[in-house]
Structure formats: structure tokens, C-alpha cells
């Protein structure tokens, strides 16, 4: 069975299974491992082979034809389509995601996880917090819960966002939800239509681009600039025809770690009121903020209750914690509620209780700081690794908090090396990082120019050996 030797599926990660499934064919489909015509496996031996619900594989494929990548022929299955080849789509990353210190352990340097690392996980804490919380709840954190949330977690999380928000958020309009991804799944589901127009940014986070495109949605790409996405280019699309979601990550922005301006943000939310349409704030490194004095999302603007404020603790404690909040818009809470239901009726009882433990004492801002000064110390490491390296003519903005760095290719790589295939020889060294093509949405001359470089995953004694290996790779291949 071909396909099942290039999908790997890792279930302890923000990204859904049938993303994970499309991402992997559509890679095999980048790099020659399956070419036009070529015929997939059927959905049930496929999904039997890796374990998986076959809507799972339906819903991969889905995605894929959506795409123009997949023809369904009656009677015979499914085949890579004909027009595939001219696709240009990137190859994803090389190497396993949601393992970030692989590197200290196998020989890998990965610069491609974006995600926190073990060393920080506050294991001793969730001890305690665990045992606290069966102490007191007994049997009720292992039964049917609410499908909003545990009561004393939305509280909490209300009493956090009030620093941010003009007014305190009631408790009832937070949302608990297993993940940000999840989060966006379902508004998409509430907002989103067969036909409909959303929009995301580019470079940007491709789950939910691809969460867009699983409703029939239209997805088209808006460009970042320096201070935020191009909202002349959003106003043109959305005065042309009706718009109906906007995808956004206003702050350390994934891939860029760009941070929007205040206008930006404000004009978002005047946009939003103006021409109807909804957007989705993608909150996952606030708390990364080396200085977060003065931070407001962009739901602090949000005079016409147009925006979904996602927020997420998977990335700020442990990823397997999979718990996020969203802070809905008034007129859709039942709707939203209803979805949730739908999908997976509730979030880990246990996990919500964890999480509320640490926020209701000091051990959640405790870990925030010490994350934050490991997070700044990798970064500087990583800034004179590439000043070693005699990297300092590739562009870069120093990052103001998060764990990832976006770094340009040299004027000299300029139609002589991409990142993509800078990314390939790196992979066959044993360093791991994330091509721009993987983060880009155009469908055409789609740009690859840069890396992303997770610092924060990386052991502070291999950022520089990785940044060497780097600088040798491409004065090999730029030549």
C-alpha cells in the first residue's frame, strides 16, 4: 500500500487527522512520490491501514479534490488528477512534528516544531493539581460535563481576558474547546457555507485554511505586510462580493512572528462591522510577549461583536492539554454551543479542572515567566548563532516574544536556491525547519523565500551547531 509508506499521523498535536492525511499526499504529490494519474487507496484500506474512521480518509480526499488534486472516477476510486502536475505545491517539512527536543535524543536538530518543550512542561505542579482535583471532585471530573465548559475554568479564563477588554467578558460567553483547531473547526461550521468567501492570511497557518476549505468554502490568500494584513487588499475583496470569515494571528504571527499595529487591528474590527463578515483571532503566544505591557487583541476593538477570540493554553502549558477558550460573538452562542455538541459533546473533564488549578493560583503566571526567559535566552542564542555563522546579511526582524524566528534566504540565493529545497538537504543532515511554501496559500507563483526557525524547541547547546550546518548547506548550494 504506497501511500500509507509517506502518511504519518501524530495524534498529539493541534493539526486534525485528515489534515494531517491531506498534508502527506499532497507532499508525496510535491516531491514525486505520487505523480498524475496514479490511482489511491481505497478509503477503507486505507483507513484501515492507519487506523483511523474512514470519514477521516473521505475527508482527506475531500480536501485534496477541492484542490484540483484528486478526481473521483465512478465505479473505480480516486486518482491524482491530470492538472496536478502544474500544481507547484510545496513539500511539507521533513521530520516528525510535536517532538521538539527529538534532536537531543536521535542525532535531529528541529527547528521545525512549533511547540513548547519538555524541560518546561510543569510536571510537578500538574501532579499536585491532579491529585487536588479528584481529591475534590471525585467521580464528576470523569463524567458528562457541559458542553460550554466547567463553570470555575470559563470564570477564571473570564477574569484573565478582563485585563485585556474593555469590558469583562461574562463566563457564559466562554467557550471551552479541546484546542484551538477545534476552536476554528467550529466556527467554521457555524459561519461558513458551501460558496461562501474566507479569507486567510499569507504566510499563514495552513489547518485552518484547510478547515475552510473542508465546508465548500472559497479560501483566498490576503498578503501580511510589516504591520499586519493588507486590509486596502480586504476592503477591495470584500466591497467586490460578500465576505463571510476572516482567519487572523494578530500577535507573533505563525510563520512571522510580525506583531499587528493597533490601527491594523482597530480598522480589522471597524471592517468587520462595515461589511458584515466575522473573523477568527487566533490567540497562541500572547503570553510569550517578552514585554506584554499594554497588549490588546484585537477583540478589545470589537464594538460590533464580530470576532471570535480563540486562546490557547495547549501552546502556554503542555500540548496534550489540548484545552482553548473562545470568546463568541452574543448572537451565536447556542449555535455554537450546538456544534460542539455535535462534535465531540465535551472537553476532558480532568484537563479543564487542571487547567483552572493553575489559573486560580500563581503557578500559570509562575511558568509564564520561566517560559518567557527561556524562550528570550534561546532567541538571543539563536540571533548570535547567525551572526557567527556569517548569516548577518539574511534578513530577519527580531522577534518581540514567541519561539519562532522567520529568516530570509541572502540576496545571493535570489533564483538560485529556494527554501524548500534548502529545507531538503538540511533534513538529510538531521536539521529540521519549516520551508515559506508550507505557510503559503497562493495558487500560483507562490513565494519561497524564507524559513521558520523554532528556536524554542531546539536544546540551547544545538542552536548554534544547527545555524552552522545551515550556513554550510547554503554556500554549498548557492555555490
Given at each position: ?105 536521535s542525532?535531529?536538530?528541529d ?9 518546561l512542561?510543569p ?72 460558496g ?22 472559497r ?44 490601527a ?7 471592517l ?64 455554537l ?10 472537553s ?42 556569517g ?43 519549516a ?18 526557525l ?26
Amino acid at each position: 500500500m504506497a501511500e500509507r509508506l509517506f502518511i504519518q499521523l501524530y495524534k498529539d498535536i493541534d493539526t486534525p487527522l485528515y489534515v494531517q492525511v491531506a498534508d502527506s499526499l499532497r507532499a508525496a504529490l510535491s516531491d514525486g512520490q505520487l505523480r498524475p494519474g496514479d490511482r489511491l487507496e481505497s478509503v477503507r484500506r486505507l483507513s484501515d491501514a492507519l487506523g483511523v474512521n474512514p470519514a477521516t480518509i473521505v475527508s482527506a480526499y475531500n480536501i485534496l479534490a477541492k484542490e484540483g488534486l484528486v478526481e473521483a472516477r465512478p465505479g473505480s476510486g480516486a486518482y491524482i488528477s491530470a492538472s496536478a502536475a502544474a500544481s507547484g505545491l510545496p513539500a511539507e517539512p521533513l521530520g516528525q512534528p510535536g517532538q521538539p527536543e527529538a534532536g537531543s535524543t536521535s542525532g535531529r536538530i528541529d527547528f521545525s516544531a512549533n511547540a513548547p518543550p519538555r524541560h518546561l512542561f510543569p510536571l510537578e505542579d500538574v501532579k499536585r493539581y491532579l491529585v487536588e482535583a479528584v481529591d475534590r471532585d471525585g467521580g464528576q471530573a470523569f463524567e458528562y460535563q457541559t458542553a460550554n465548559g466547567y463553570e470555575p475554568l470559563r470564570a477564571a479564563i473570564a477574569g484573565r481576558l478582563s485585563r485585556q477588554l474593555p469590558q469583562p467578558p461574562h463566563p457564559d460567553t466562554v467557550h471551552i474547546v479541546s484546542g484551538a483547531q477545534q476552536g476554528i473547526d467550529l466556527v467554521a461550521r457555524v459561519i461558513l457555507r458551501r460558496g461562501d468567501l474566507a479569507l486567510v492570511e499569507s504566510p499563514g497557518y495552513r489547518g485552518a485554511r484547510d478547515v475552510f476549505v473542508a465546508t465548500g468554502a472559497r479560501v483566498e490568500a490576503v498578503p501580511l505586510e510589516a504591520d499586519g494584513l493588507d486590509l486596502d487588499a480586504l476592503e477591495r475583496l470584500a466591497a467586490s462580493r460578500p465576505l463571510r470569515l476572516v482567519y487572523a494571528n494578530p500577535v507573533l504571527q505563525n510563520p512571522t512572528g510580525l506583531c499587528w499595529s493597533e490601527a491594523k487591528k482597530r480598522q480589522l474590527a471597524e471592517l468587520a462591522g462595515r461589511f458584515g463578515f466575522y473573523v477568527i483571532e487566533d490567540d497562541l503566544f500572547s503570553d510569550f510577549l517578552y514585554d506584554d505591557a499594554g497588549y490588546r487583541p484585537l477583540k478589545h476593538y470589537d464594538v460590533h461583536d464580530r470576532v471570535f477570540h480563540i486562546k490557547s493554553f495547549s501552546k502556554s502549558l503542555m500540548p496534550g492539554l489540548r484545552i482553548a477558550c473562545l470568546l463568541a460573538p452574543l448572537a451565536l452562542q447556542e449555535r455554537l454551543s450546538a456544534a460542539k455538541q455535535s462534535v465531540d459533546l465535551f472537553s476532558n473533564g480532568l484537563m479543564q479542572r487542571l487547567l483552572e488549578r493553575f489559573l486560580a493560583g500563581p503557578a500559570y503566571d509562575a511558568h509564564l515567566a520561566a517560559a518567557r526567559t527561556w524562550y528570550r535566552q534561546a532567541r538571543d542564542t539563536c540571533l548570535a548563532a547567525l551572526g557567527s555563522a556569517g548569516l548577518s546579511d539574511w534578513p530577519y526582524v527580531v522577534p518581540a516574544g514567541g519561539i519562532n524566528l522567520w529568516l530570509g534566504l541572502p540576496a545571493a540565493a535570489t533564483g538560485r536556491l529556494t527554501a524548500s529545497r534548502l529545507a531538503a538537504e538540511l533534513a538529510v543532515q538531521g536539521v529540521l525547519v519549516a520551508p515559506e511554501a508550507r505557510f503559503r496559500h497562493e495558487t500560483a507563483d507562490r513565494p519561497d523565500g524564507h524559513l521558520r526557525l523554532s528556536y524554542g524547541s531546539v536544546p540551547l547547546a544545538d542552536i548554534g551547531c544547527g545555524i552552522d550546518l545551515l550556513a554550510a548547506a547554503a554556500a554549498r548550494l548557492i555555490g
